[in-house]
């Protein structure tokens, strides 16, 4: 309990990271910092935390995912108070659960996968789970939400479990939730109740789900009433007051366009499509239903549709790209240093406008 009697309460955010059948999204950086709608995926789940009011959480990380950890020591953008608890052997989700929840003394834990973005609001799962008495609460999604007569079908990747829930996972091996944990507890005769959620959590998987992700968020923010911080909106876009978009541009359907980036004479983006801090669309080029990374840049008349551009990458003038993910080979020695946020720019392709013109 703390001092005003209420019991305390825990986030633990399963952020360990495993390889994609060796993709190259893979290999640019661990999935919880993935960039959803400009944001590291992570980030969505402890907003969702923070909203309810949990204050401390242990994020649970893997070899594959200490970079984790230093990136969040390190811009400290969150308002929660993080520890961190790195698996040493493959323990599995609950296991993982378990072993961080030895350092707390809550009595309530939120777990959650840090690669889906909660769209169920925090405070009426936990409502669920106080009125039902429940020692864990599973936030559960129908297959088809339209269809309320059928039966919840899957878990969410959240859960809210009592301590003495975690103290029945095994102090070895691998334990996951929903293939140990829980039938455990039902045999155990304990209480599991259901929370079912209204709309799906995105979930990040696989390069596909990873664009689904981002199409779905940003149409999210285009829905708001409100811009976020340092947005104008523009029709279904919102652009970033740092960007520059020539009045012959045009932006079709949800777009987010971030810091510094730039939209050149009959430059289109058709949404749901992402541009990362300094990304640059040339003259005549098409980005369609595509998550451009920072510093990305598509050269003149080239048609980017349903891609991911890595950091740094350029799509060479003409190009056709359908589905593919680039990844950059040479970063500063092919690309105009001005899309680093320098002043100096480097001529490339011959098209490149001097600084004064931009």
Excluded at 137 to 164: A, C, D, I
Excluded at 315 to 332: H, Q
Aim: hydrophobic share 40%; charged share 20%; aromatic share 6%.
């Amino acid at each position: 309990m703390d001092s005003g009697g209420r019991r305390r309460i825990q986030g633990i955010v399963l952020a360990g990271s495993f390889p994609w059948n060796d993709s190259q999204l893979d290999r640019l950086r661990p999935r919880p910092l993935l960039p959803v709608a400009l944001q590291p995926l992570i980030s969505y789940t402890f907003r969702w935390l923070q909203t309810s009011g949990v204050e401390d959480a242990v994020v649970c990380l893997n070899h594959a995912s200490r970079q984790v950890r230093g990136v969040l020591e390190a811009t400290e953008a969150e308002r929660l108070r993080l520890a961190f608890h790195e698996d040493q052997m493959p323990r599995g989700p609950a296991g993982c659960a378990r072993d961080a929840s030895l350092v707390s003394d809550a009595d309530t834990f939120v777990v959650a996968d840090s690669n889906a973005i909660p769209t169920v609001p925090l405070a009426d799962v936990l409502e669920t789970h106080r009125a039902s008495g429940a020692v864990a609460t599973v936030v559960v999604e129908r297959e088809n939400p339209r269809e309320w007569s059928l039966r919840p079908s899957r878990p969410s990747g959240m859960y809210v479990f009592e301590r003495r829930a975690l103290e029945q996972v095994p102090a070895g091996g691998f334990q996951d939730i929903k293939e140990n944990l829980i039938p455990h507890l039902y045999r155990a005769g304990e209480h599991v109740a259901a929370h079912v959620a209204r709309l799906r959590a995105p979930r990040v998987r696989s390069a596909k789900t990873y664009v689904d992700a981002n199409y779905l968020t940003v149409a999210s923010l285009i829905e708001r009433a409100e811009a976020p911080t340092g947005y104008v909106r523009c029709g279904e876009a919102l652009v970033h007051a740092s960007a520059h978009v020539h009045p012959s541009a045009r932006l079709l359907g949800p777009v987010l366009v971030g810091p510094d980036c730039l939209l050149m004479q009959h430059a289109t983006v058709v949404g749901p499509s992402v541009l990362g801090h300094g990304s640059t669309v040339a003259p005549d080029a098409v980005l369609a239903r595509s998550v451009a990374w920072n510093a990305a840049l598509v050269g003149p008349k080239a048609i980017v549709d349903g891609c991911i551009l890595g950091d740094d990458v350029v799509i060479e003038p003409n190009t056709r790209l359908c589905g593919e993910i680039r990844v950059a080979v040479r970063r500063a020695e092919v690309l105009p240093r001005a899309l680093a946020g320098r002043t100096t720019i480097r001529p490339y392709f011959g098209w490149w406008p001097k600084p004064e013109t931009r």
